[in-house]
T-cell receptor, first 115, second 117 residues
């Protein structure tokens, strides 16, 4: 089925550990983004990419790295996990650029707990 | 400054009644899009409805309609004939036409809707 696939769905990390959240889409979308969702704050943009090889920071980029070597994949790396990174993470993709009326297709989310 | 405001953290509605979820936004762009997403307890984000800033008519999608008042910068979601399955968190979001954050979405804090039998 076409869409955005995120793995894993759940993850528990110890403070200081590193990990990569995987995201893949098969819709040939140019734009991909990572959001984190925290109670009472909606979703906030971490990093985004407007095409392979092009990434940029969003609203809350600290503690996260991304890369985009292919159109399909957009992994999010936590280099040294902190309890403040406990959150639900969503990957999303859409066609672009410029089609203002196109919304995002979201992955099913990754629930990350840092202890 | 908050770009998307949803002033109702939680709401209750009786089954089969209509309910309005409020959303106000702030932008200086002329071209922008407004979206509503539903997030049930299972956690996925489900697209409900879209309104473009140049659209003259309010958007409708089945039981969902968007009450767009451009001068007031409001984009309220109206759900008619509420069903138990409508119980969820609802997010209002905006995409601006400028280059800020690559035209990504800005989300409101959400409104949790509970439909009572």
């Amino acid at each position: 089925n076409a869409g955005v696939t995120q793995t894993p769905k759940f993850q528990v990390l110890k403070t200081g550990q590193s990990m990569t959240l995987q995201c893949a889409q098969d819709m040939n979308h140019e734009y991909m983004s990572w959001y984190r969702q925290d109670p009472g704050m909606g979703l906030r943009l971490i990093h985004y990419s407007v095409g392979a090889g092009i990434t940029d920071q969003g609203e809350v980029p600290n503690g996260y790295n991304v890369s985009r070597s292919t159109t399909e994949d957009f992994p999010l790396r936590l280099l040294s996990a902190a309890p403040s990174q406990t959150s639900v993470y969503f990957c999303a993709s859409r066609e672009g650029p410029g089609r203002i009326f196109y919304g995002y297709t979201f992955g099913s989310g990754t629930r990350l707990t840092v202890v | 400054a908050q770009k998307i405001t949803q002033t109702q953290p939680g709401m209750f509605v009786q089954e089969k009644e209509a309910v309005t979820l409020d959303c106000t936004y702030d932008t200086s762009d002329q071209s922008y899009g407004l979206f509503w997403y539903k997030q049930p307890s299972s956690g996925e984000m489900i697209f409900l409805i879209y309104q473009g800033s140049y659209d003259e008519q309010n958007a409708t999608e089945g039981r969902y309609s968007l009450n767009f008042q451009k001068a007031r910068k409001s984009a309220n979601l109206v759900i008619s004939a509420s069903q138990l399955g409508d119980s969820a968190m609802y997010f209002c979001a905006m995409r601006e036409g400028g280059s800020n954050y690559g035209q990504n979405f800005v989300f409101g804090p959400g409104t949790r809707l509970s439909v009572l039998p």
